[in-house]
């Protein structure tokens, strides 16, 4: 056996037949994809063979020699075929997935938590932000073993390519100080030299090493492979040392596309006197393997690397892996392989040189031998009990918020977050974070009542009777800086609490509405990954008038309407907030899973868009009196509810011509102004509350598709029928762009005039801006007679 001398358990001969199988299978897959199948479309398949092959090593060693079944793993997007194949060595992949790489219904192009047929720990894709997600996920787990009690000891651990570290959200998240001091975390850097378009001119090490260092992170470096390790002990090695490592990067990566005297020759060019007689007595065959040993290739310096990360327990780790982008390949180094495809002769080479044929290149490790022995072995101690998605409680449907006077929808969500956390059941569950604005948010009163987390008791030194400030383990609230994207990376992770850490949680995360958009790369990440939390953005809007038009979010609405995975809402008044907030914690508290057949289930994110403007509550008041709690509440939170019948309120407009006035949120004063004005003129006008364009477009669109699937002709909504009960024209108002809305027309089949803001605003009060943008009331009148005309 030739075992690892801190490991005498691992046989290092054994790990190298397997990573070899796992390199092969690596490169088929994609070979599979786009030469095996074929698609019609003329479009190419692609792969990354190259960016895959970097990183075997690192992962052989990492699953079938160190990993425990508590780690979780995030794998650079380019290496999702390594693996894959190694899932299939370990016998958690079906054979017949194999071939199927970016195909219907197979792997997915980047690991994938809800779209892969494997158990994928977290989604990749979008570079930066698979490397920042088990940095939150272990800030999410110290919370969960703060609050809950400790779990099973957990590696958090992201593979990463050295291009990644170009994306500023990486130096965000490890600058916060919510991740500091992490111990169970630990990034690899597949530090391969290359990046999509090139060789990269000059290596960054010092530089990233500097920055890791300055944020208390332990660096580890991995260069070279055990053949160069002995060179440069013997005499005069230190001088060879000396001339590799001042190699520019990009004559070092050239060497890997030369052999022979040519390799010899590049080599030396420029290299100081005493090196070549250095190399003399290495023959040019052994010249390549000697000078190109890297450590990201040699088992043993990895397995050395990843216990010296374990032994530092007190902050996180970065190990920078020296590798070389297409190991083991015949495009090994060349500064164009970042998709470049081997073609079948090298195929067939490849095949032939691990001594496989076209009946068994698919096959996996024979269990009789060492090598399937040990991989069996490794998929026992990697096994993964069930988790359970669901909270045990009831998440009540009202917590009675109380509004008896004006009344901002922003004030409204503080209030309720303040009553749930009475909530016996509910409170201990709740867990809010916030980019430094929680207070100007309205968290305030939370973080009176449950505290600021911290892992140890922080002394307060300021007294503050409006904020107590108190930082301790029992904190609910986790404070981060001023960071978007930081925001919804933990959002997604506490999320997915339940996956990762056994424990589901109820998080709520708060940002101004503008800034949404700066973190929304990490929003959208979160939703893929299958993520549940509550996000408030807040305030939003023009009518945030005199902050400015840097402050005033228009395109918010689109986004939240067409993020999959999220449910936008955008309520006007105390009681449908209530009513819809509690409703999302308790889709949450549920995991998706309905509590009668009849319930809708909903699995994702919620986006509440909310206002600073104080709204008078009289007219949902009447509009509670005229339905009941029970229907009224049913109808808003499936989206919208008539708010003013007009008929009911004018019944001398009984033969009078109807429009309806269809808007969401702070607008609704102005609506309900126009209104009026329109009864006066003899004109019906029903205003129709919308709380969620999301949900009421998500229902248009099933009946649109159940239609088009079974050529059948759609039906009506029962909620767009309860609201806009009429066949009447209708005018959409939003403090958001118009068009955000203006699918109604189409939905109700009659004419539309869609009102929004489609230009920055600027600072002014609430009523100038409305003027620019005519949202006040005699443009609502003036476009309703428009809607009117065109019927």
Not at 112 to 139: Q, W
């Amino acid at each position: 056996m030739n075992v690892h001398p801190l490991r005498p358990d691992v046989d290092l001969d054994v790990l190298d037949e397997i990573q070899r199988r796992v390199l092969w299978l690596a490169t088929r897959i994609v070979d599979a994809a786009n030469h095996d199948r074929r698609t019609g479309d003329g479009v190419k398949v692609g792969g990354h063979q190259a960016s895959s092959a970097s990183l075997v090593t690192a992962m052989t060693a990492l699953w079938f020699a160190h990993l425990d079944a508590a780690d979780r793993v995030a794998v650079k997007p380019h290496a999702s075929p390594v693996f894959h194949a190694i899932q299939y060595l370990l016998g958690n992949l079906d054979r017949s997935y194999l071939p199927k790489l970016r195909a219907r219904g197979g792997l997915q192009s980047y690991p994938s938590r809800t779209k892969d047929p494997d158990e994928v720990d977290f989604s990749t894709g979008s570079v930066g932000l698979g490397a920042a997600a088990p940095l939150f996920a272990a800030v999410t787990r110290r919370y969960v073993d703060a609050h809950f009690g400790p779990r099973p000891h957990s590696r958090f651990v992201a593979l990463i390519g050295d291009a990644e570290l170009d994306e500023g959200n990486i130096w965000e998240a490890v600058a916060d100080p919510a991740t500091t001091a992490l111990g169970n975390v630990t990034w690899l850097v597949d530090f391969n030299r290359q990046s999509l378009d090139r060789v990269v001119p000059g290596v960054r090490i010092n530089q990233w090493r500097g920055q890791f260092e300055a944020a208390g992170w332990h660096v580890v470096e991995v260069k070279y492979g055990r053949r160069l390790a002995e060179a440069y002990a013997r005499p005069g090695g230190a001088a060879l040392r000396d001339w590799i490592d001042a190699m520019p990067n990009e004559q070092y990566q050239s060497l890997f596309g030369l052999t022979g005297e040519a390799l010899r020759t590049r080599f030396l060019d420029g290299a100081p006197g005493g090196i070549e007689a250095l190399i003399a007595d290495v023959s040019d065959d052994d010249l390549g393997p000697l000078v190109t040993d890297l450590g990201g290739h040699d088992l043993a310096a990895m397995l050395d690397a990843y216990a010296q990360c374990d032994a530092v327990t007190d902050r996180p780790s970065v190990i920078f892996a020296y590798t070389v982008k297409g190991w083991g390949l015949p495009i090994a180094g060349n500064p164009r392989n970042h998709s470049a495809l081997l073609g079948t002769e090298q195929v067939d080479a490849l095949r032939a040189a691990h001594g496989l044929t076209p009946d068994t290149e698919w096959d996996r490790l024979d269990p009789a031998s060492p090598a399937g022995i040990w991989a069996n072995a490794r998929r026992e101690a990697l096994a993964r009990p069930p988790r359970e998605r669901a909270l045990p409680v009831t998440v009540p449907e009202a917590t009675r918020v109380r509004a008896n006077k004006p009344i901002s929808t922003q004030e409204v969500f503080g209030r309720v977050l303040v009553d749930l956390a009475r909530h016996e059941e509910v409170g201990r569950y709740l867990v809010t974070t916030a980019p430094d604005v929680a207070t100007s948010t309205n968290l305030a009163g939370f973080i009176n009542k449950t505290g600021v987390f911290a892992p140890t008791k922080q002394r307060s030194w300021s007294e503050d009777r409006m904020l107590r400030w108190e930082q301790h383990p029992a904190g609910q609230h986790i404070e981060l800086g001023i960071s978007e994207m930081n925001l919804f990376l933990l959002l997604g992770q506490l999320g997915l609490s339940w996956d990762l850490s056994g424990q589901p949680l109820l998080p709520v995360g708060t940002v101004y509405d503008p800034f949404v958009l700066r973190g929304l790369d990490a929003f959208l990440y979160g939703t893929y990954s299958g993520s549940r939390f509550v996000v408030a953005g807040t305030p939003s809007g023009i009518t945030l008038a005199p902050e400015g038009g840097a402050h005033q979010s228009t395109i918010t609405a689109s986004v939240g309407l067409e993020l999959p995975g999220v449910t936008f809402v955008e309520p006007a008044y105390a009681t449908t907030l209530d009513w819809l907030l509690c409703d999302a914690f308790g889709q949450i508290a549920r995991g998706g899973t309905p509590t009668t057949t009849a319930a809708p289930v909903e699995d994702g994110a919620y986006y509440f868009r909310l206002s600073t403007r104080p709204i008078d509550q009289a007219p949902f008041e009447a509009a509670r009196a005229r339905i009941g709690d029970a229907v009224l509440r049913r109808q808003a939170v499936a989206g919208a509810y008539r708010l003013v019948d007009a008929h009911q309120a004018h019944p001398e407009l009984a033969d009078a011509p109807v429009v309806h006035l269809a808007a969401s949120g702070a607008v609704l004063p102005e609506v309900l102004a126009a209104a009026a004005e329109l009864a006066e003129e003899g004109i019906a006008a029903h205003v129709v509350d919308v709380t969620s364009l999301d949900r009421l477009y998500r229902a248009w669109q099933r009946t649109l598709r159940q239609g088009v699937r079974t050529a059948t002709v759609p039906s009506v909504p029962g909620v767009l029928r309860a609201a806009f009960g009429e066949r009447a024209p209708v005018v959409t108002v939003h403090d958001a762009a118009s068009h955000a809305m203006a699918w109604l027309g189409s939905a109700l089949g009659v004419p539309a005039v869609p009102l929004g803001v489609d230009e920055f605003g600027q600072s002014g009060s609430v009523h100038d801006l409305y003027e620019l943008h005519d949202l006040l009331p005699g443009s609502i009148v003036n476009a309703a007679l428009a809607a009117l005309s065109l019927r």
